[in-house]
């Protein structure tokens, strides 16, 4: 009984979108999804088995009452208070991190995993705060990048609300890309609203640590990279989108990044508070794994890591390694403030 409970937590997730104010969806034909628009998508054929860990494993770990009909997919659906948002390169000045990275050593990922922890902030004006995994290769003017974890994002979303978000870019953020599905790219297999969508709830300081398993992965014989969550497929980025992820992803970098408001203050990341050893008072990543250029799951060797934290006085990261109760794992975060630019 006890552990019904416990399943049932879990299986709502994505439950009732109550707390934001823009969480309807619309269901649109999979075919006729933003993603086909793309110039290089008119042809595209839907991948429908993905080749590792068995077949496709849309196994029902969790489930959510917002879905769709079977052969459509929820598209949120953004209130004209939100923005469409691109993330550009000048937006870089008045970012900060807190993060740990591979190092650029020529080792190729072809994955990363992890379990990020959830927690609700409060924003104003323009900035955001993300907890997210990027996946990325390429200097810096044709960078690709795969991004993906929750995010408040208020321009974004037009609310204060912790959201399940994705992002890429093919070209350093120059003309291709975006968040969700605000441009033709990312492809969504699952008819559960998921991209865009609020959490079921989130950590109670002290008292509940509540965590979303995410992963990112590339096909081995398609070379799409796949969204799953829970391990559930939700959908891929086509390999069309990109050149150098094609090859491998040459860094994986998991943690935080937020971005001030006009008046220069930046917003807190993770749960506001500086990272400690316990795991209900720290947001943190645990059982953290990436696939070697093999496409095997392996941790995240201690000595091919290195920290970053821009800014000591607002955010920090502490990297715990390998630890008994949650594999590779880090805390990071902090309460932010006049952190400069
Ligand atoms: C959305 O746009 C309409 C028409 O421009 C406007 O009347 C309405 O107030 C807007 N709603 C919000 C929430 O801004
Ligand atoms: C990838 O990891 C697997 C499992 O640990 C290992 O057998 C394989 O040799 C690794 N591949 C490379 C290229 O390191
Ligand atoms: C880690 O787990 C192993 C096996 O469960 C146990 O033998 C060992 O004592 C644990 N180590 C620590 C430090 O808790």
Redesign the pocket.
């Known amino acids: 009984m006890t552990l019904h409970l416990v399943l049932c937590l879990c299986v709502y997730m994505f439950a009732q979108g109550a707390q934001g104010n823009i969480d309807d969806y619309e269901c649109v034909d999979i075919y006729k999804q933003p993603a086909f628009q793309h110039p290089l998508l008119k042809n595209h054929k839907i991948q429908e088995t993905f080749n590792l860990d068995g077949n496709i494993e849309r196994n029902n770990k969790y489930s959510t009452q917002e879905h769709c009909p079977k052969r459509t997919v929820a598209i949120l659906r953004q209130g004209n208070e939100s923005q469409s948002v691109h993330l550009n390169s000048a937006e870089y000045l008045g970012q900060h991190f807190a993060t740990i990275e591979t190092m650029q050593d020529e080792t190729i990922y072809r994955g990363a995993k992890a379990e990020i922890s959830l927690h609700d902030l409060k924003l104003e004006n323009n900035q955001y705060s993300k907890s997210q995994i990027w996946l990325e290769n390429g200097p810096a003017s044709q960078l690709n990048s795969i991004q993906v974890g929750w995010a408040v994002h208020l321009r974004l979303y037009g609310d204060s609300v912790t959201r399940l978000t994705i992002y890429w870019t093919g070209d350093g953020y120059q003309k291709t890309g975006c968040y969700n599905m605000q441009c033709p790219g990312f492809v969504i297999t699952s008819q559960k609203f998921i991209i865009g969508n609020v959490f079921w709830g989130s950590s109670i300081y002290g008292q509940i640590s509540l965590t979303i398993d995410i992963e990112v992965y590339q096909d081995p014989i398609s070379g799409n990279w796949i969204l799953k969550i829970f391990d559930e497929v939700i959908g891929y980025w086509p390999k069309e989108l990109f050149t150098y992820l094609n090859e491998g992803a040459s860094l994986v970098r998991y943690g935080g990044n937020t971005y001030l408001s006009p008046d220069g203050i930046s917003p807190p990341m993770g749960n506001r508070h500086f990272p400690v050893a316990d795991f209900k008072k720290t947001a943190h990543f645990k059982n953290i794994v990436v696939r070697?250029?093999?496409y095997?799951r392996?941790y995240l060797e201690d000595g091919k890591i290195r920290c970053y934290a821009d800014s000591y006085s607002c955010y920090r990261v502490t990297y715990w390694g390998y630890l008994n109760s949650s594999e590779v794992a880090f805390s990071f975060g902090g309460p932010g403030g006049n952190c400069g630019v």
Do not use: G, W
């Open positions: 070697n250029s093999s095997e392996v």
